[in-house]
C-alpha cells in the first residue's frame, strides 16, 4: 500500500492504496463516487472516462501511482451547482440522448473534453473525440447534442464577460 | 387449488420473442404478499399507484427499464389518466407482486416487446381507478357533486375552493370503496400520450446519479470475481489458490458452480487474484468443438428430415425452375455495456438482491432453489439496467452471487469483468437456412424453406419453470418440459414460416440443434436471424425477376397491411431508386413483436470496404405513447443490427470462445453510425412493440444494398466483402 494525494472534484483526497489499483476503482469504492462506470477494464469503451488536468483518460486502465498530485474531474463534478448542469449535460438532457445511460458519463465527459480543446468540432473531430462505445446506439444523438453544446457555449461565453469566480468577489 | 393445464401449456408456448407464453394459473390458496412499497396511512388502490401523506404520487413501476423508455412510457400512461405531469409523479421499481405478472407470460419479467402493449389498459385503468376515488372522496368531503370536482396538475379542484392536495383526501377516500372500472379518458382528450416529451430518467442519467445493480453497496459488502471454465459447458477439476491467497484484501477463494470464486475486499485485489489462480479444467461436452465443425454440423443437419412449422396453399402449384440459395448467421454476444453483476445478503430469513434484471420472478425462483428457501424470503431490489437486449433474462449472475453471500456470511457483490461476459453469455445462436422458391413463367409458384437452429426455450425453460410452475410439482417435471419444448419453440422460425407473402404454396421447416452451446433471447430473438433471411432470399427473388426490390415485395403482400403501409411510406421518404451517384439502395421490411418496419439502407463499397450512409426506417407500433422514444429506439435497433450485420460474431475453438473484449467483439462506433430517419406510421390502434422490431430489417436491407453496388449476394453475416 502506498498514500496516494490528488484532487477530485475540487476535495483533496489522501488514500492508502497498492499503486497499481485502476483509478476507476479507487474512485468509485474508496471515494464512493459511482457515476464513473466499469465497463470493459481495457481502456477500449471509454465508460470510464474522467478528466486528468482537464484531458480525458480511460480510468479503467491508469493506475492511481500516476494520478499522483493530479487535479482529477468526474461527472459529479463537472455542473456548476446542485441545481445548474453543465451546457453539455443539459443539452444532453433536453435531447434525451441516454437510453439504458450506463456509458453517458464518459461519453459526457469525452463531450466536455472536446468543447475545451475544439469548440467548434467538426463532423471529423467528433468522429475521432467521441469513440465510447454506446450499446444502445446513442450516436446520433451525441453528434447533434456534441454540436448543439457548443454552440450554447459559445453563445453563452459571448454574453458572460465576467468569469463566475470574479463575480462573487 | 392450482391446475395446470399441459395442453393450453403447449398450445400458448408461443414466441418468447423475449420470452415465455405459459399459460399456467397460479390461483393456489396462500394470501397475496402486500403491495410492494407499502407506506404506512397511504392509499393505495392497487399495486401499481399510492399517494402517501404529504400527497405525492408513487408509481410502481412494473417494468425494467434498460433503456427501452418504459421507465417515461408508463409513467405517463399513469400521469395521463391521472391529469398530472409526468415529472410529478414518484417512479420506484416495483418489487416482485403477482399483479405485476404480464398476461402473456405469466411471469413479472421485461421482455418480447411487450412492456407497452400489455400494460396499456391495465395501468391507464389502475390511474383512471385512483381518479375516480380522489373524486368521490373530495365531493363526499366538500359536499359537492362528482361534476364540481376535478384532477389537475396533481391536485383536485373542487368549485369554489382552493386546489386540495391528494394527501387531504386519503382519510375519506378510505372510508369509500375502491372503484374498479373507472371510465378511461378518450384518446381525444390526450394531452401527454402521443406528445414528444423529455425522458424522466434523463437528468439522473446525465449527472451520474442513476443507480445501476453494480453502483448498489450495503455495510460490510465484498466484492467477489469468478473464473469460470473456458470451455463452454465445463467445470473446475483442481485449481491452485496460494499465487491467488497471496493477493493483498483477498479474503476466500473456492470453488462455486463448477468455477472459482475469489472473495476480496474490492474489485481490484479480486480480479489479480483471480488472474492469479491456477485452473484446471474439464473441458466439458463441446471439447473440440469449432467454428468450422459447427457449420459441417450444421450443414449436415440441413439434410435431416425437418419439422414441419408452417404449410399454406396447395403443393400441386410448385412449378417452374427452382432457385435455392443458403444463408448463415453467426453466434452473437449481447454484451450490455454494464457487465452482469449482483449485490446479494444472505441472512437467516432473508435473501436480499440488488441487481438489474429483465426477471426479478424467475431471479425469485432460481436463488430459492439454489438456496434451497421459500420464494417469500427472496427480495428483488430492482435498479436501472445498463442495458439488457435479453441478456438480463438469465439470472445466472445473480445465484452466482447467492451462493458465494450463503458460503461466506458476507454481502458479496458479484462483478463481470468484460471478458466474463463475452465468453459466458447465453448466446444469439448461430443458425443456417436454406430456401427454396420455384419460379414459372415470370412468377413465383412456391416458396419454402428449412433452418436449423437451437431451441432456446428448449435450453431455458428449465430455469424461468423455476419462477412459472407451482411448487408442488416435482422437479423433474420442468426439466422434461425442455425436451418437448424444443418441437413447439416458435422462435426458431418466427418471422421465417409466419409472415405475410403471399405465394401460391409456402411451407417451412425446422431442425433442432440440440446443442449443449449456451443459447439466450437476443435482442428481436429468432427474427434477428430470420429476417435477413427471409429478406435477403425475396431479394434474390425479385432480381431473378427483374423487379423492383419494393414493386416485388408490395405486390406479395396484403395492400391493407402495416407491412405494406410501412413500406409503401419508406419508398417514397428514402427517394427508392433515386440514390445519390455512387450509392446504392436495399431494402427490407418485416413484421415483428406486432409491429411493421421497413427500411431503406443507402450504402457505398470500396474495395472490401462497406460504408453505410443513411438508414430511413418506417415503423408501424400503433399509437406511439412518447414519439421521440419510438424514434430512439428504431435508432437504437437500427445501430445494434448494423454492429451484428458488419462487425465480428462469436467463435469457437475448442469449446471456447475465442473472443474476450471490444478489441476483438467490436461495436459500431459513433463515426460509422449513418445519418438515420424514422417516420413513424400515424395509427390509432393500441400500442405494439418497439424495442426489437427495429432490428431485423436492417442486416438485409443492408446485405441487399451491398449487391445493388457490387452485384454480390452475400448469404452470411457478417458481411464480407471477398
Known amino acids: 500500500m502506498a498514500v496516494t494525494t490528488f484532487t477530485l472534484n475540487g476535495q483533496q483526497q489522501r488514500l492508502d492504496v497498492e499503486p497499481d489499483t485502476p483509478l476507476l476503482w479507487v474512485i468509485r469504492e474508496a471515494c464512493e463516487l459511482t457515476g464513473t462506470k466499469f465497463g470493459c477494464g481495457r481502456g477500449l469503451c471509454g465508460a470510464c472516462t474522467v478528466h486528468l488536468d482537464g484531458y480525458p483518460v480511460r480510468s479503467c486502465s491508469f493506475p492511481v501511482s500516476l494520478a499522483e498530485g493530479k487535479t482529477i474531474t468526474t461527472i459529479e463534478g463537472i455542473a456548476p451547482s446542485e441545481e445548474e448542469l453543465h451546457p453539455v449535460q443539459q443539452v444532453w438532457m433536453e435531447q434525451s440522448v441516454p437510453q439504458c445511460g450506463y456509458c453517458q458519463s464518459g461519453q459526457i465527459m469525452a463531450a466536455v473534453a472536446l468543447l475545451k480543446q475544439n469548440p467548434e468540432p467538426s463532423d471529423d473531430a467528433i468522429d475521432s473525440a467521441m469513440s465510447n462505445i454506446c450499446r444502445c446506439g446513442t450516436y446520433p444523438r451525441i453528434r447533434t447534442a456534441v454540436k448543439e453544446a457548443a454552440q450554447r457555449i459559445q453563445s453563452a461565453s459571448m454574453v458572460t464577460i465576467v468569469e463566475p469566480q470574479e463575480a462573487a468577489l | ?722
Not at chain 2, 440488488?354 to 430459492?368: C, M
Not at chain 2, 427474427?527 to 431479394?539: P, W
Not at chain 2, 406479395?556 to 419508406?570: N, Q, T
Request: aromatic letters at 6%; proline letters at 7%.
Open chain 2, 1 to 722: 387449488m392450482t391446475t395446470l393445464s399441459r395442453r393450453s401449456f403447449f398450445k400458448q408456448s408461443a414466441a418468447l420473442g423475449g420470452g415465455i407464453a405459459v399459460a399456467i394459473h397460479l390461483g393456489g390458496c396462500g394470501s397475496e404478499p402486500v403491495y410492494p412499497g407499502d407506506r404506512e396511512n397511504a392509499l393505495q388502490p392497487n399495486a401499481y399507484l399510492q399517494v402517501t401523506p404529504d400527497g405525492k404520487v408513487v408509481f410502481q413501476l412494473p417494468r425494467a427499464e434498460m433503456g427501452q423508455g418504459v421507465y417515461t412510457g408508463l409513467t405517463t400512461l399513469a400521469a395521463e389518466e391521472l391529469n398530472m405531469p409526468a415529472e410529478q409523479i414518484v417512479v420506484e421499481h416495483a418489487y416482485y407482486h403477482p399483479e405485476f405478472r404480464d398476461p402473456e407470460f405469466q411471469m413479472m419479467m421485461t421482455g418480447g416487446s411487450v412492456s407497452l402493449r400489455n400494460n396499456f389498459m391495465p395501468i391507464r385503468q389502475a390511474a383512471a381507478n385512483l381518479r375516480a376515488w380522489l373524486r368521490a372522496a373530495a365531493a363526499q368531503q366538500y359536499k359537492v357533486s362528482l361534476d364540481a370536482v376535478e384532477l389537475s396538475n396533481g391536485q383536485v379542484l373542487v368549485e369554489g375552493r382552493e386546489p386540495v392536495g391528494f394527501g387531504e383526501l386519503i382519510e375519506t377516500a378510505n372510508s369509500l370503496p375502491v372503484p374498479e372500472k373507472a371510465p378511461l379518458k378518450s384518446p381525444a382528450d390526450f394531452s401527454q400520450i402521443g406528445r414528444h416529451s423529455v425522458r424522466l430518467d434523463a437528468r439522473d442519467k446525465v449527472t451520474g446519479s442513476a443507480r445501476f445493480g453494480i453502483d448498489c453497496t450495503v455495510p460490510g459488502t465484498r466484492t467477489a470475481v469468478m473464473r469460470r471454465c473456458p470451455h463452454l459447458g465445463g467445470r473446475v477439476k483442481s485449481f491452485d489458490a496460494s499465487a491467488a491467497k497471496a493477493v493483498k484484501g483477498v479474503e476466500a477463494v473456492f470453488e462455486v458452480n463448477g468455477g472459482v470464486a475469489v472473495v476480496a475486499s474490492g474489485y481490484w485485489p479480486a480480479r489479480k487474484a483471480a488472474d492469479a489462480l491456477d485452473i484446471q479444467w474439464d473441458k466439458g461436452p463441446l471439447a473440440g468443438l469449432d467454428d468450422n465443425t459447427l457449420r459441417q454440423r450444421h450443414e449436415k443437419l440441413l439434410q435431416s428430415e425437418g419439422r414441419q412449422v408452417a404449410e399454406v396453399g396447395d403443393a400441386e402449384a410448385v412449378a417452374g425452375e427452382r432457385m435455392t440459395a443458403r444463408y448463415r448467421v453467426p453466434m452473437l454476444s449481447h454484451s450490455p455495456m454494464e457487465p452482469p453483476n449482483a449485490l446479494v445478503q444472505v441472512s437467516e430469513n432473508r435473501v436480499e438482491v440488488w441487481t438489474g434484471t429483465q426477471v426479478p420472478d424467475t431471479a425469485i425462483g432460481v436463488v430459492a432453489a439454489a438456496l434451497e428457501r421459500p420464494r417469500e424470503q427472496i427480495i428483488v431490489h430492482n435498479q436501472m439496467l445498463g442495458g439488457g437486449f435479453g441478456r438480463r433474462l438469465v439470472p445466472d449472475y445473480i445465484v452466482e452471487g447467492a451462493r458465494i453471500s450463503a458460503r461466506t456470511g458476507h454481502p458479496i457483490k458479484l462483478v463481470w469483468s468484460r471478458e466474463d461476459d463475452i465468453q459466458h453469455d447465453y448466446y444469439r445462436p448461430a443458425a443456417m437456412a436454406e430456401l427454396s422458391a420455384t419460379v414459372d413463367n415470370g412468377k413465383v409458384t412456391s416458396f419454402s424453406g428449412k433452418t436449423v437452429v437451437p431451441s432456446i426455450m428448449g435450453q431455458i425453460m428449465p430455469m424461468f419453470a423455476e419462477a412459472a410452475m407451482p411448487e408442488w410439482l416435482p422437479p423433474a417435471i420442468p426439466r422434461s418440459l425442455a425436451g418437448l419444448l424444443k418441437h413447439v419453440d416458435t422462435s426458431m422460425t418466427e418471422g421465417l414460416g409466419d409472415t405475410n407473402y403471399q405465394f401460391p404454396y409456402k411451407k417451412m421447416e425446422t431442425v433442432h440443434d440440440d446443442t449443449p452451446i449456451p443459447v439466450g433471447f437476443w435482442r428481436s430473438v429468432g427474427h434477428s436471424q430470420n429476417a435477413f433471411f427471409t429478406e435477403s432470399f425475396i431479394d434474390e427473388l425479385a432480381h431473378r425477376l427483374g423487379q423492383d426490390p419494393v414493386e416485388f415485395r408490395l405486390m406479395h403482400m396484403p395492400h391493407d397491411s402495416r407491412r405494406y403501409r410501412a413500406l409503401k411510406l419508406v419508398a417514397e421518404k428514402a427517394g427508392w431508386g433515386r440514390p445519390t451517384p455512387g450509392q446504392f439502395q436495399g431494402v427490407a421490411a418485416h413484421d415483428a413483436f406486432h409491429s411493421s418496419v421497413a427500411q431503406v439502407v443507402t450504402a457505398s463499397v470500396e474495395g472490401t470496404n462497406i460504408r453505410v450512409h443513411k438508414v430511413v426506417c418506417a415503423v408501424d407500433c400503433g399509437l406511439a405513447v412518447n414519439p421521440d422514444i419510438v424514434i430512439a429506439q428504431m435508432e437504437s435497433a437500427i445501430v445494434f443490427g448494423l454492429t451484428a450485420a458488419l462487425k465480428a460474431g462469436i467463435t469457437l475453438e475448442d469449446g471456447k470462445v475465442k473472443q474476450s473484449n471490444f478489441h476483438d467483439y467490436p461495436m459500431l462506433s459513433l463515426a460509422e453510425t449513418p445519418e438515420i430517419e424514422v417516420h413513424i406510421v400515424p395509427s390509432t390502434d393500441a400500442p405494439t412493440g418497439v424495442g426489437e422490431p427495429g432490428l431485423p430489417p436492417v442486416a438485409p436491407a443492408l446485405a441487399n444494398a451491398v449487391f445493388a453496388a457490387t452485384g454480390q449476394r452475400l448469404r452470411e453475416l457478417p458481411l464480407r466483402l471477398g
